[in-house]
């Protein structure tokens, strides 16, 4: 059976480590609605960060200044949502009917959908505050060479957009290590940029050929947490999280622990570009890629709160496809795809 959207009355403190443990436990709400897809006129395009006009950045700014001014304990407020990414990984939720088993969004074929999902509520709470429902999030574009360090908007520290809690050696311009496993492996710039189109390929072509090996392994009502993760979960996606955590924190805060990443403006974008590859797999030239056809994925489900403060509840058959959320992404190369190692 699907592994059914948890119960919010029943959310308990998350866990970071054995001796620390925070709460991030959402409002609850007496009434749960369906999800429907949006009607829209126009997709949205989603652009890449480091490729952003200043009308957009504008915009953007304007838009997360107005979340990050939320009162806090509203579900659409910047502390809210980053609280959205701790309580689903961070152990807060039982699975429904099993008190004994944790929730947990990663290391499973529900990655990309949660991420999926949570992406989308947080770009249509970002829109309506602006009033703008074509607006769409930047992607962090670190496939591409251009893209690889972290994009300059956010490193501005008087943009909303900033976090302090990230590794001062690997500001920009320094290229993102794709593979980063906690040490510098001291390459230049141009070896590094070498090493992650080579990654790109392996992970997007070589080791995804279906959707076990792309998406992760199946995860069902009553089965223990973490039962295995997809390519692009493993790499680039982790390595590149503890790549931008503070190692001066205790523990790689903000993007290098799962109840912290969320606090850092940049985990969106990050996030954007892990989206974008779901949808890039499933277009490669030449390749068939398709997503699980399993009921229990596809009927496995997730709540949010909306731009609106209802409480949705989704279901993965309805996030295959970017365009019936609305949404697409900027057309730009794919310079790994030339880069078979
Ligand atoms: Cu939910 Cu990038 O982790």
């Known amino acids: 059976a699907p592994i059914e959207a948890p119960d919010l009355t029943l959310c308990g403190e998350a866990t970071v480590t054995d001796t620390y443990h925070v709460y991030c436990c959402p409002p609850t709400s007496e009434k749960i609605i369906d999800f429907t897809p949006p009607s829209f006129k126009k997709l949205r395009f989603r652009p890449a960060a480091h490729l952003v006009t200043d009308d957009y950045l504008v915009k953007f700014k304007t838009a997360l200044q107005k979340m990050k001014d939320l009162p806090d304990d509203d579900p659409r407020s910047f502390k809210s949502q980053a609280e959205v990414h701790c309580a689903y990984c961070n152990g807060a939720y039982d699975q429904v009917g099993f ?52 994009p300059a908007i956010y490193n501005d520290p008087s943009s909303p957009l900033y976090d302090s809690k990230r590794n001062v050696a690997h500001l920009p311009p320094v290229p993102a290590d794709l593979d980063f496993n906690g040490t510098d492996r001291g390459l230049t710039a141009e070896e590094q940029i070498q090493s992650n189109l080579k990654s790109m390929y392996r992970q997007m072509v070589s080791n995804s050929k279906t959707a076990s090996l792309f998406h992760g392994e199946a995860y069902r009502a009553g089965d223990a947490p973490s039962p295995g993760m997809g390519s692009i979960e493993n790499i ?14 205790d523990n790689g805060e903000d993007m290098g622990n799962f109840y912290s990443a969320g606090r850092d403006p940049l985990f969106y974008a990050h996030h954007g570009n892990v989206d974008r590859m779901w949808a890039l797999w499933k277009q490669l030239p030449g390749k068939k890629r398709t997503d699980f056809t399993d009921t229990d994925w596809l009927d496995s489900s997730f709540v949010f709160y909306d731009e609106n403060k209802n409480l949705i509840r989704c279901k993965v058959r309805d996030c295959l496809e970017t365009k019936t959320l609305g949404y697409a992404y900027q057309p730009v190369d794919i310079p790994w795809l030339k880069s078979k190692p």
């Open 236 to 249: 680039p996606h982790t390595p590149i999280h503890r790549w931008v955590g503070d190692p001066r924190e």
């Open 99 to 150: 008190p004994d088993q944790n929730l947990q969004v990663h290391f499973s074929w529900l990655f990309q959908p949660f991420h999926r999902f949570y992406l989308y509520f947080y770009e249509r709470i970002l829109g309506t505050l602006i009033d703008d429902p074509e607006f769409a999030i930047p992607f962090w574009n670190w496939d591409t060479p251009d893209g690889m360090p972290i």
